[in-house]
Every structure is written in C-alpha cells, then in structure tokens.
C-alpha cells in the first residue's frame, strides 16, 4: 500500500483537529508552515496532499478549506476526495523526454504550451517510448491491431501528421525519429 501524506499548511488549528482525529485516517500527517515549505522536498513522498485555510500563491496543489467552521464528516470527505484526485492524476501522467503527457485530458504539454492528441496518437506515443527501437510491423499490431502481413501507410501516416503537430505547437522537429531499427522518440 502507498504511504500517503498530508501536510497542513500554516493553519495550526486545522493541523490540531485533525491530529485529534488521526487514528481514523490511513495517511501520516505534517505541519509545515511558511518558514520550512521550501526545506521539504516534496519528490521524496510517494503520495501527499497539502491543505491549509489560507490561499498562499507559493505554495502549488494545495487544498484550500475556507469554509471555516466545518463538520468533521465534511473535513474527511474533502481529503479523502483530494487524495483520490490526486492518485488518479498521477496515474495519468506520464513523462515523455521533457514533455508530459496527460492521458486522461490526451493533451501533451512543456512549459505553457499544450496540444490535443487523439488516442491512437497518445497510444502511439506511449508504445514508442517503452521501446528502445519500434518497429513498424510491431507498431502496426500492438497499436492498431493490425496482422503483421497487412501492407498499410497507417503508421506513417500518423506518425507524419503527429509530427507535424510537434513542429507547429512546440517547434520540435526531432520528437519522434526514425532510422534502420525502427522509430524512436528523441
């Protein structure tokens, strides 16, 4: 089972109540506040959640819960949504060289830049990047489905096409290669 995390951030009051409560929930629990955030590295918790009462814009994926009183039922319900949420992104998300690729949206993304995928163009992009070399028949019959004595130009077809997405959106002219070994994402 994945150890989960939840930090309360610079709300001692939140941190006390559910420290009250502890022993009904499966995750550990931290307090942090503005002074030791940017100590924490927050790579090294395989799943974590971060909620605090008050907006703060330095701190990225934090819960807010604002609607202060709240009702104990209402308070776990939150968390145990957000931890859910959070699992459920992180399964999605996928690194591809410096990109990132949200299977759940079928968006690819770097920096401030993003770009709408199909699913056989995701699937394609997946598959290449778990093999070294991929070959078109191998392509062919794992993405598509295809027997391997079908001649068809399907591969390279969205291959062209993705790359020209890759080009237009992001200026990538060498995201997914190809040479006597099969094709290759760069």
Known sequence: MIKKTLF????LNLFNIIN??????????????KKNHKKINFEQYENYLIISTD???????????????????????IINLNFLKKQFKDQSEHKITKYTLDL?????????KSLNLTEKESDLILFINSHKRANLKEIQKTVW??????????VETHIYRLRKKMIKTFEDHNFIKHDQDGYFIN
């Open 8 to 11: 309360v951030y610079n709300s």
């Open 104 to 112: 759940n949206s079928r968006k690819i993304s770097f920096e401030n």
């Open 20 to 33: 009250e409560i502890k022993e009904n929930f499966y995750f550990e629990l931290e307090y942090i506040d």
């Open 145 to 154: 489905g295809y027997s391997n004595d079908l001649e068809t130009h399907t």
């Open 55 to 77: 907006f703060d814009e330095k701190i990225k994926n934090c819960t807010i819960i604002d609607n202060l009183p709240i009702k104990i039922s209402k308070l776990v319900e």
